[in-house]
């Protein structure tokens, strides 16, 4: 009898596990497709082996102390225009083609081009020599650059300008110490920083101050030193800003690695070495490089060891602990790399129909996720020289446009993708966001108690303000005071009772609650100045938005254990089952 009992608990236990496994097969052949795309989602991985692996791996991370961002703080230079591309307008010789390029870079939809305007091509010979005569006869070596920076004002653009590349003279040891190498004497470059700032005052208002300082060869033939870069950094930016207190100086941008030196450092290392010699003061904007390497723009580990499109979010993690939540980031390059199969796979390897969506996306996660994230500028439109190509170099396999203007994949994506309608998303957002039209008669005016110290204000019936924003509510940012009037508010159409901003004294940041449990979605606001019952008290101040929407991935908890558990145990038997 109890043989008996015991075969049959056997064969229920049986019975069970085969039922399991059934279900688990019927769900990955049902669904496979769809687990596919949610494991791509949080991966970056297209192929079934890599995304369980990367899965059990997010499991890992959960293991790992919770990052700090500083989601909700006003910080300037985060609302721009995010589309940015790299250019070597310096390096082509026809001035025609330099146009053709910048008007390329226009019609893809780009607005910054990440130019650089090296040392060592302007301040040529010696120390106060501007004059160009390595191809006689003598002309200025501003006249290039001059063009540059008309042109981009003809297109409406605007310029990053990368200072770096030291001229040989600078150097006791020339270039043998490398042709990156910084100057003997740091003011010698402070000096240079001040005349190109002079020279374009009032046209250009952003200079990077070197690149990648923390990998070789940027540094020289010598190993990588924070704290000499600190000091660098410091000079250029209090000469820069002494002869033209509105620039914006941009850090040299971070090569992502895990190395601890001494020729190459970890941007993460690097960085806090930085904030420990005092940098904190001595840039507005923080830079990095943006490369997926081997994984698309979704993949969400976070690993100081492994390079992946979610570096920022460690690099914002270090900002904010060293108390510096209100500067942005930008990324100086992104992008991924097509190289052929008979070119080494360097930089990773797509198909140029996988670069250009993975830009798409990427583009998207930065815009719907990290609001302290500004400009990312791909790397990059085009190269004058095809030597690369012949050379069959994988450095070569970035590009957006060939030497000869031939469009790829990525470029056409870029241009369509950048024409769709602008939104703002998730987080608060200053009124200068480029997503926000403001209509008629606004003028921007200063005040103590705005969010960055400034707001839109109007007192001319008619005029609005308009803007798409995703999300599910959003609150109206904006000041009150005694000569305030009342404003009209519709959402997706639908009239809202108007708002009287009147108020015995003068006070912005105010938090006005607009819409809440929306669909999650599109949605469209506008606001319009009303013909005030008083002439005297109708203006209408705006200072900002912020816009509520379901957070992204941001780990795990309590049952998401168990469903992802569940999601790694239904692909592992999917995938042993498709082999079969």
């Keep these: 009898m109890q043989e008996h009992w015991s075969r049959r608990k056997q064969l229920l236990i049986w019975s069970i596990f085969l039922a399991i496994v059934i279900a688990l097969f019927l769900s990955a052949a049902i669904v496979g497709g769809a687990l596919d795309r949610y494991a791509f989602s949080l991966t970056g991985e297209e192929n079934r082996f890599a995304q369980v692996k990367g899965l059990f791996d997010l499991l890992g991370d959960q ?183 509105n620039v914006v100086i941009v850090a040299g941008a971070l090569a992502a690695n895990s190395e601890l030196g001494p020729r190459n450092m970890a941007d993460t290392v690097f960085l806090q070495r930085m904030y420990d010699a ?154 200068s966001h480029w997503a926000l039209n403001f209509s008629g008669n606004w003028r921007r005016e200063t005040s103590a108690t705005a969010s960055l110290g400034h707001f839109r204000v109007s007192d001319t019936p008619g005029d609005t303000l308009t803007f798409a924003f995703w999300g599910f509510g959003m609150d109206l940012v904006l000041c009150q005071g005694p000569t305030m009037g009342r404003v009209a508010i519709s959402i997706d159409g639908k009239a809202k009772r108007a708002i009287s901003l009147h108020a015995e004294t003068q006070q912005c940041d105010v938090r006005l609650p607009v819409a809440r449990n929306l669909r999650e979605g599109t949605h469209h606001f506008r606001l319009t100045v009303p013909i005030p019952e008083q002439p005297s008290a109708g203006s209408v101040a705006v200072d900002g938005v912020t816009v509520y929407s379901r957070r992204p991935w941001r780990g795990l908890d309590g049952n998401d254990y168990a469903f992802l558990a569940g999601l790694l145990l239904i692909f592992s038997f999917g995938h042993w089952w498709r082999k079969l």
């Design 63 to 245: 293991f790992q102390p919770p990052l700090h961002l500083g989601e909700d703080k006003p910080i300037p230079h985060a609302d721009v225009n995010p589309f940015g591309v790299n250019v070597f307008l310096e390096q082509e010789v026809e001035p025609a083609k330099r146009e053709q390029t910048v008007r390329l870079a226009k019609e893809a939809g780009f607005h910054w081009l990440r130019q650089e305007f090296p040392w060592e091509d302007i301040e040529i010979n010696r120390k106060g020599d501007f004059l160009d005569c390595r191809n006689p006869p003598c002309r200025s070596a501003w006249e290039k650059y001059d063009q540059i920076v008309a042109l981009a004002e003809k297109y409406n653009m605007e310029l990053i300008v990368r200072l770096s590349n030291p001229p040989a003279w600078s150097r006791a040891r020339e270039n043998d110490i490398g042709s990156y190498a910084p100057p003997d004497n740091f003011d010698d470059f402070g000096d240079f920083v001040a005349a190109v700032v002079r020279r374009y005052k009032g046209r250009v208002h952003y200079y990077q101050i070197w690149n990648e300082p923390n990998i070789y060869p940027e540094w020289g033939e010598q190993p990588v030193d924070p704290e000499a870069y600190v000091r660098l950094l410091r000079i250029a930016y209090l000469r820069a800003k002494a002869v033209d207190p």
């Design 278 to 431: 005092g940098a904190a003061p001595y840039f507005d904007i923080m830079a990095m490089q943006g490369y997926g390497l081997w994984s698309g723009p979704t993949d969400r580990r976070l690993n100081p060891t492994v390079v992946n499109f979610s570096r920022p979010l460690l690099i914002r993690d270090i900002m904010v602990r060293n108390g510096d939540a209100g500067k942005p980031i930008w990324i100086s390059e992104m992008n991924w790399n097509t190289a052929p199969a008979d070119v080494p796979a360097v930089y990773g390897r797509t198909t140029p129909e996988q670069q250009a969506y993975y830009l798409l996306l990427a583009y998207d996660r930065i815009q719907r996720e990290w609001p302290w994230l500004g400009m990312a500028a791909v790397w990059y439109l085009r190269r004058p020289s095809d030597q690369w190509l012949r050379e069959r170099r994988p450095e070569a396999y970035f590009q957006l446009l060939t030497p000869d203007f031939a469009e790829t994949p990525a470029y056409r994506a870029l241009r369509t993708y950048t024409l769709q309608p602008t939104r703002v998303y998730r987080g608060f957002h200053d009124e």
